[in-house]
Nanobody
């Protein structure tokens, strides 16, 4: 089955940038959708961005539109989240998630069935 490992988190000042990476194992990766979610301290995990199998469709939550960009490289089994103009409210554990059913991304947790371990992003003011 597909397994996911996130990396690229860290501490950054407000206004700065980070790029998160998600490495997937498994032959089915390139056929299905991937999403990024985040869980701020004390809050529930929420959708951030999603991408279709062929990168033709991307979705973003309103709070990150224009600042974050999701992309994927199927040849490398990689998904990325480029985060620019970071704000303190972006502080969260970020997770990548894989759907074994859908090639088009959804915005809910239940759309996805495989999750990475998460990577911490902290944005200081």
């Amino acid at each position: 089955q597909v397994h996911l490992v996130e990396s690229g988190g860290g501490l950054v000042q407000a206004g700065g940038s980070l790029r998160l990476s998600c490495l997937a194992s498994g032959r089915s990766f390139s056929s299905y959708a991937v999403g990024w979610f985040r869980q701020p301290p004390g809050k529930e995990r929420d959708f951030v961005a999603g991408i279709s199998w062929d990168s033709a469709i991307t979705y973003y939550t309103d709070s990150v539109k224009g600042r974050f960009t999701i992309s994927r490289d199927n040849a490398k089994n990689m998904v990325y989240l480029q985060m620019n103009s970071l704000k303190p409210e972006d502080t969260a554990v970020y997770y990548c998630a894989f759907s074994s059913q859908y090639g088009v991304p959804g915005t809910g947790d239940r759309w996805y069935d495989t999750w990475g371990q998460g990577t911490q992003v902290t944005v200081s003011s």
